[in-house]
């Protein structure tokens, strides 16, 4: 394969979100292994940071704490979120904590409070993820849908929207790609 360009995730995850010119946004996407914190100010990267844990850490904390299988773990984290055991909320939590610490120096440098924080990533779509953002964050938060970009058969939206936060990179990728087509 030829790589026509490369791009780095947060830049993709910007463009997937289709955030409004005039507003600043948090994004936090949260991966298997880490977490990217950013800041999209005027439809541009403000900033961005990374975090050392991510849904694969949520499961372990799950599987040991709550005696069970990785698997099993994995399995009740899909259904149940990382509120079910102390240590699968202790990870978001620092997710959600040093999220908080970007933000809050964001808003300090530039005088201005972030509108809202977009969650992103496979383990964005967390049982009761959004709701706990809200309150670790004291911002409304909401899943990324790059979904609402695209045009696609009626029948196929509503898979869209639920997949949209795990393919918010890929989405956004393919829509710089189409750029350079037009």
């Given at each position: 394969l030829a790589?026509?360009?490369?791009?780095?995730?947060?830049?993709?995850t910007a463009?997937?979100?289709a955030f409004p010119p005039d507003q600043a946004f948090g994004v936090i996407d949260i991966g298997a292994s880490l977490a990217k914190v950013s800041i999209i100010d005027g439809g541009n990267l403000a900033d961005a940071h990374t975090v050392n844990r991510g849904g694969q850490d949520i499961t372990l904390a799950l599987s040991s704490s709550l005696g069970i299988s990785v698997a099993e773990?994995?399995?009740?984290?899909?259904?149940?979120?990382?509120?079910?055991g102390a240590a699968g909320s202790a990870v978001t939590a620092r997710i959600f904590g040093e999220a908080r610490e970007?933000?809050?120096?964001f808003e300090a440098r530039m005088g201005g409070?972030?509108?809202?924080v977009v969650l992103s990533g496979g383990s964005a779509l967390l049982?009761?993820?959004p709701a706990e953002a809200?309150?670790?964050?004291h911002l409304r938060a909401s899943l990324i849908d790059p979904?609402?970009?695209?045009?696609?058969?009626?029948?196929l939206s509503p898979l869209l929207a639920r997949a949209g936060p795990e393919f918010a990179v890929a989405i956004g990728v393919a829509l710089r790609a189409l750029e350079d087509v037009k």
């Open positions: 790589a026509s360009f490369f791009e780095i995730e947060a830049f993709a463009r997937a979100g773990a994995e399995a009740r984290k899909r259904i149940t979120g990382a509120g079910e970007v933000f809050r120096r409070a972030l509108q809202g049982a009761g993820l809200e309150r670790e964050l979904a609402s970009l695209l045009s696609a058969p009626a029948f």
